[in-house]
């Protein structure tokens, strides 16, 4: 097994706009080989997933759920082998055809080249200009 090595400034950049090209492409294929084989996926409230079979699965029915994907993630801060990032999006929703918006945070811990665990919490609301937040 790969060891995990400290990662530069610019090696976090790259795997942050390397996941945000692919996510915008869809490319499902191409974003699960970022994915180390034994990956462990945590996804807001969704239940926790280990391997990249589970993370195909969840990620089909994203890019089927999200078209016309539009992401912009920014590096936040990097501590040896992990990257934490904040992420902005807007996409059709596949279902409705709605115009959807989200953002979220993110801690990405790699290993070898590969995501060996992916954190991840997330706001998603129509795009109408109003919270669906309780408190405003």
């Known amino acids: 097994m790969p060891q995990a090595t400290a990662l530069t400034f610019h090696d976090a950049q790259a795997v942050i706009e390397r996941a945000q ?3 915008n492409a869809g490319d499902l294929a191409e974003v699960t080989t ?3 084989a034994d990956a462990a996926v945590r996804l807001d409230d969704l239940p926790d997933a280990w391997g990249r ?3 195909e699965t969840f990620l089909m029915a994203r890019f089927a759920r999200q078209k016309n ?3 912009q993630k920014q590096l936040r801060a990097v501590s040896d082998n992990i ?3 904040t992420w902005e999006g807007e996409w059709d ?3 409705n055809g709605r115009r959807m918006q989200g953002r ?3 801690l990405l811990t790699t290993r070898g080249g590969e995501i060996t665990h992916w954190e991840a919490v997330f ?3 129509p795009k109408t200009g109003v919270s669906l937040q309780p408190v405003n």
């Open 21 to 23: 090209r692919l996510m």
């Open 34 to 36: 970022t994915f180390a």
């Open 53 to 55: 079979s589970p993370l």
């Open 69 to 71: 994907h539009r992401l």
């Open 83 to 85: 990257v934490a990032c």
């Open 93 to 95: 929703d596949g279902q």
């Open 104 to 106: 979220g945070f993110e």
């Open 123 to 125: 706001n998603v609301a």
